[in-house]
């Protein structure tokens, strides 16, 4: 009888990224290795290697004796990434703004091109964010800080967005008549008008905005808990 050939670590993390993100895996569920391998077809060095990159990513926990876990969602962990990432963001754009060039500016506007006429949704499965919308978004905000001229700040700021993104994914079912549009055009306005002040300020409203969606969900959670 044949046998599913083994899947290499790139193909299992990406596909049990996709799951958290979807919500297959809810927050704070326990990742088993048993499961996970013959879910993935995979072994457990590829699946080890795989849930230590969603560590790195902030989608998953590794705790002593317990094992790895979905990352749980809650309000003070929510608030203190909004902050961290808007006081380090907000720099990155401050100084991107002022060192900017027009290639920046070029490469700036091709990245919003693309994520205003990527779909949000995806069109397969339950209502969630689509990956090419994702990846397209996540696009956009590098672009945004590209030209800091700092590569410690551009490698915490990709840190705080992958942390921040479990947070996000789980925010799209509750921003209904919320226009995400209109909120990356005015960054990208501010940003080419060489408007620092405006675009951070902008910035800071953009995470926060994501920020109060979530929090009555997840204070009404935790209270039922």
Not at 4 to 31: C, F, K, W
Not at 123 to 134: I, L, N, T
């Amino acid at each position: 009888m044949a046998t599913r050939p083994r899947a290499n670590t790139d193909a299992v993390h990406a596909q049990m990224r996709a799951d958290i993100l979807s919500g297959a895996y809810p927050p704070g569920e326990r990742l088993k290795f048993a499961e996970l391998c013959e879910r993935y077809a995979a072994s457990v060095a590829v699946v080890r290697e795989s849930l230590t990159r969603l560590v790195e990513q902030g989608l998953a926990r590794s705790e002593p004796r317990i094992g790895f876990r979905v990352t749980p969602l809650s309000v003070a962990d929510l608030l203190d990434l909004t902050a961290t990432r808007c006081d380090i963001e907000g720099l990155a754009l401050r100084y991107s703004i002022e060192r900017g060039d027009v290639e920046w500016e070029s490469r700036l506007v091709a990245a919003h091109h693309v994520l205003e006429r990527t779909p949000l949704l995806a069109e397969d499965g339950p209502a969630r964010v689509s990956d090419e919308w994702e990846a397209a978004h996540t696009a956009f905000h590098a672009a945004l800080i590209d030209a800091c001229q700092s590569p410690r700040m551009l490698d915490m700021t990709a840190t705080l967005r992958d942390a921040s993104e479990l947070y996000r994914r789980w925010s799209q079912p509750l921003e209904r008549g919320r226009d995400v549009a209109a909120e990356h055009r005015g960054l990208l306005d501010a940003a080419l008008s060489r408007d620092a002040d405006l675009a951070v300020a902008r910035l800071r409203e953009h995470f926060e905005h994501t920020a109060r969606i979530l929090e009555g969900s997840l204070a009404a959670t935790d209270a039922a808990t």
